[in-house]
T-cell receptor
Framework: DAGVTQSPTHLIKTRGQQVTLRCSPK?????VSWYQQALGQGPQFIFQ???????QRGNFPDRFSGHQFPNYSSELNVNALLLGDSALYLC?????????????FGEGSWLTVV | GQQLNQSPQSMFIQEGEDVSMNCTSS?????WLWYKQEPGEGPVLLIA?????ELTSNGRLTAQFGITRKDSFLNISASIPSDVGIYFC???????????FGTGTRLKVLA
């Protein structure tokens, strides 16, 4: 049973560039959320995708966008990268259900902006 | 961003000792999750709690969902060196899909 997989594992980008991160959810899950984790802090919610639509968004600028595909996989795009975007980007998957919701994380993508 | 209050911030303990940490929120949660994160890795789910007063164990770990629904506790018994890491609590505020995370408890175990 495959868990949440993310790619790439590490990447370095230059300020102003754009980046795309990818995520495949845990088998059987239909919902994908993205979190940003800065060094020494807890994960911060970016947005959640369900049925190929952004269902909820956290306090992140429009430079952060995403997409969910029919197979439930997802992408996170960040445009016009800033130095402050350097962080661990975590994908979390879950099954949309009314009760007993649990989210499972991937290993993350380390983004360094120079 | 919004975070839960988690304490203690860090702990240095001797191998074999018990550990207790807690998490508090200003709002009611209907789910509490506890994660462990090791350097360079994503958070790994340890225990999930879904009901006020619920007490759940996972090996040497025991977590409780506070009666007020605004807090949760995690205990680790007889700590071992591999317990080292950062422990996070998390929960979704009512009516939202996002999970709010605690500030983390950094645990170091001295052999």
């Amino acid at each position: 049973d495959a868990g949440v997989t993310q790619s790439p594992t590490h990447l370095i980008k230059t300020r102003g560039q754009q980046v795309t991160l990818r995520c495949s959810p845990k088998s059987g899950h239909d919902t994908v959320s993205w979190y940003q984790q800065a060094l020494g802090q807890g994960p911060q919610f970016i947005f959640q995708y369900y049925e190929e639509e952004e269902r909820q968004r956290g306090n992140f600028p429009d430079r952060f966008s995403g997409h969910q595909f029919p197979n439930y996989s997802s992408e996170l795009n960040v445009n016009a990268l800033l130095l402050g975007d350097s962080a661990l980007y975590l994908c979390a998957s879950s099954l949309d259900q009314a009760v007993r919701n649990t989210i499972y994380f991937g290993e993350g993508s380390w983004l360094t902006v120079v | 961003g919004q975070q839960l209050n988690q304490s203690p911030q860090s702990m240095f303990i001797q191998e074999g000792e018990d550990v207790s940490m807690n998490c508090t929120s200003s709002s009611i949660f209907n789910t509490w999750l506890w994660y462990k994160q090791e350097p360079g890795e994503g958070p790994v789910l340890l225990i999930a709690l879904y009901k006020a007063g619920e007490l759940t164990s996972n090996g040497r770990l025991t977590a409780q969902f506070g009666i007020t629904r605004k807090d949760s506790f995690l205990n680790i018994s007889a700590s071992i060196p591999s317990d080292v890491g950062i422990y996070f609590c998390a929960g979704p505020p009512l009516g939202t899909y996002k999970y709010i995370f605690g500030t983390g408890t950094r645990l170091k175990v001295l052999a």
